[in-house]
């Protein structure tokens, strides 16, 4: 990781390998929707972590992308919904799917269970991708 972390004032330009490590650090960071203070790195629209999550998502490709290339990309999810169609209607009915969630969800919070960043996955392959916004 660099010295000082990716801020949204300097996302542009920036190495899809820094991108990865200083996604690590700010996902890391607790915000106010984890129960910490307000830091505008992590929880306002379009602060560090908003603008990173949206940079990596330019990464992923419905149809190409595997789960191997999702790990290396974001990590471990922060949650796995396995045959979410079934369990998580709700969620799934109320996400912006770029391609058609067909099996397992795995969930990337970006401020805590408020908004995530979500990508369905069957068989090993990404089939689709979205953002999950409370918009309160």
Known sequence: MSAEPTTESNINGTDLRTLIADFQYWRSVP???????????????????HK???????????????????LALLGEPDLKILDALHKKKTLVAQVDWQGEPISDIW???WRGN???????????IVVAKGWYMALE
Do not use: R
């Open 31 to 49: 915000g106010h929707f984890e129960g910490a203070s307000w830091n505008s790195h992590v929880d306002a629209w379009n602060g560090t972590l």
């Open 52 to 70: 990173i999550m949206q940079a990596l998502d330019e990464q992923v490709e419905v149809g190409q992308s595997s789960s191997e290339d999702i």
């Open 107 to 109: 969930v990337f919070n």
């Open 114 to 124: 408020h908004d995530q960043y979500l990508i369905s996955v069957d068989k090993g």
